[in-house]
Structure formats: C-alpha cells, structure tokens
C-alpha cells in the first residue's frame, strides 16, 4: 500500500469554515510497512493507474496503482471489511491515542455527536430539541449510563444540555481520539450528513438513533441491530 500523506498544510477550507479541527493529522498516524518517500513517487510515476471498480490490469496480474475517489456509495464497497479496517486504523495510530481512548473507554457510556461548524452554513445543523429527545429514548434503553458528547460547537452553542443529569461535554482533542472513543459507546446519537458519526457507528456497530431528515447509509453488518429514526420534536 502506498503510504498516505496525512498532512497538507495548505487546508485552507477548515479555516474558512471556521472548523475547530483544521484537519492537518500531525502525529495521528503510522506509515510503518507502507511504501512511502521517493519509492511512493516512482511508482506513482511509472506504474498506470486504474479507477476503483476498473481494475482490471491489477486482476490481470500486472502492478497498477488504484485510484480511490469519492464517496458515492459510501461505505458498501467496503462493509464486509469491517472487522478488517477496525483492525487496520488501530494498528496505524498513534499508539499514545490508542492508550487514551482504552482508558476512557472502560466505562458504558451513550455517545452524542453535535456538529456545529460548517454545518451551520450549509443549513444542515439538527435542531437542539432534536437531541434531547434523543438522549431521553438513549436513556430509556440504557438507564443510568453516563452521556459523553463530542462537539465542535461553543459553550454558548451547547448551553440546552445543561439541564442533562450525568452528561459531560468532552474537551477539545485530536479528531481521531474523539472519533475512536465515540465508536466504542453502548449506543450513539448521530448527526445526519456527518459522516464523523458515520464513521464511529461503522466501526463500533453499535444501536444508533438519526434525525429522519436524512437516512444514514448501509453501516451494519448483517445480524446487527439496524440504525434508528427518532422523529423530530415538531413531527411527532
């Protein structure tokens, strides 16, 4: 596997957006076994590239660089993977972040997903009433356990949950630590588009409750419990 490059200082669409994470991974991952540096460079230049779902020459025997791009049927191509990819971005993390999110992770807990952001440009933010009617039915299938919620939102923008009994705004972290420890709660409370909660409910495959307004794709291995619509406060 050629190696990625995590790091592209010229992100300027985080700062734009006025994104708490600038996306910049520094000292996230681990490219040990991958080909990286001038070796990455020469096959890049020498070897003919082949689209996703094209690629014949690599079935033919022959070296080839696939090409991966976009999202269009999000994670299909790849969900018998699962347990394989789970596997895979564990081994490649830092190993200090994986440390800290077995520390934290030791304890039952629902997790809530509120994306701010640049979600607040795009008219896709999901309304506060939204999401504690859904920590309530959270809470009726697990009574008792704690809530953890991951935010790039301000304080002022999460002042509605301050009535919420046993609840805890986690502090600012690396996006992957909080994208690992999310995927290990008991169950998750998404935010619809985000595909950050896309992510921790593919990896953790956990029960799940989303806004109806938008459907999360195909993220559960056959046998697991099917993500949940929790209707909207307004719809009933």
Same mark, same amino acid.
């Given at each position: @596997?050629?190696?990625?490059?995590?790091?592209?200082?010229?992100?300027?669409?985080?700062?734009?957006?006025?994104?708490?994470?600038?996306?910049?991974?520094?000292? @996230?991952? $681990?490219?040990?076994? *991958?080909?990286?540096?001038?070796?990455? /460079?020469?096959?890049?230049?020498?070897?003919?590239?082949? /689209?996703?779902?094209?690629?014949?020459?690599? $079935?033919? !025997?022959?070296?080839?660089?696939?090409?991966?791009?976009? *999202? /269009?049927?999000?994670?299909?191509?790849?969900?018998?993977?699962?347990?394989?990819? %789970?596997?895979?971005? =564990?081994?490649?993390?830092?190993?200090?972040?994986?440390?800290?999110?077995?520390? %934290?992770?030791?304890?039952?807990?629902?997790?809530? +997903?509120? =994306?701010?952001?640049?979600?607040?440009?795009? !008219? +896709?933010?999901?309304?506060? %009433?939204?999401?504690?009617? %859904?920590?309530?039915?959270?809470?009726?299938?697990?009574?008792?356990?704690?809530? =953890?919620?991951?935010?790039?939102? $301000?304080?002022?923008?999460?002042?509605?949950?301050? !009535?919420? /009994?046993? #609840?805890?705004? *986690?502090?600012?972290?690396?996006?992957? +630590?909080?994208?690992?420890? #999310?995927?290990?709660?008991? #169950?998750?409370?998404?935010?619809?588009?985000?595909?950050?909660? *896309?992510?921790?409910?593919?990896?953790?495959? @956990?029960?799940?409750?989303?806004?109806?307004?938008?459907?999360?794709?195909?993220?559960?291995?056959?046998?697991?419990?099917?993500? #949940?619509?929790?209707?909207?406060?307004?719809? !009933?």
């Amino acid at each position: @596997m050629l190696a990625p490059r995590w790091t592209k200082f010229m992100r300027v669409g985080p700062w734009l957006r006025g994104e708490r994470d600038k996306r910049y991974y520094l000292n @996230m991952f $681990s490219n040990a076994g *991958m080909i990286g540096g001038l070796g990455r /460079e020469a096959l890049l230049r020498l070897l003919p590239g082949v /689209e996703e779902g094209a690629s014949t020459v690599a $079935s033919e !025997g022959r070296r080839s660089v696939i090409w991966f791009r976009g *999202m /269009e049927q999000f994670f299909n191509p790849f969900l018998s993977e699962q347990p394989l990819i %789970a596997e895979r971005l =564990r081994a490649i993390t830092n190993p200090a972040i994986v440390r800290r999110v077995d520390e %934290a992770a030791g304890v039952s807990s629902i997790g809530v +997903h509120i =994306r701010r952001g640049d979600f607040k440009c795009g !008219g +896709h933010t999901i309304p506060d %009433a939204w999401y504690l009617r %859904a920590i309530g039915a959270a809470r009726e299938r697990l009574p008792g356990v704690p809530v =953890r919620v991951f935010s790039d939102a $301000s304080p002022a923008e999460l002042a509605f949950l301050k !009535g919420v /009994e046993n #609840l805890r705004v *986690m502090p600012s972290a690396p996006a992957l +630590h909080d994208l690992l420890l #999310l995927s290990r709660s008991s #169950l998750v409370v998404g935010t619809s588009w985000s595909t950050f909660s *896309m992510w921790a409910v593919f990896l953790g495959q @956990m029960p799940s409750l989303w806004h109806p307004r938008v459907p999360p794709p195909d993220l559960m291995l056959p046998g697991t419990e099917t993500p #949940l619509l929790l209707a909207d406060v307004n719809n !009933g």
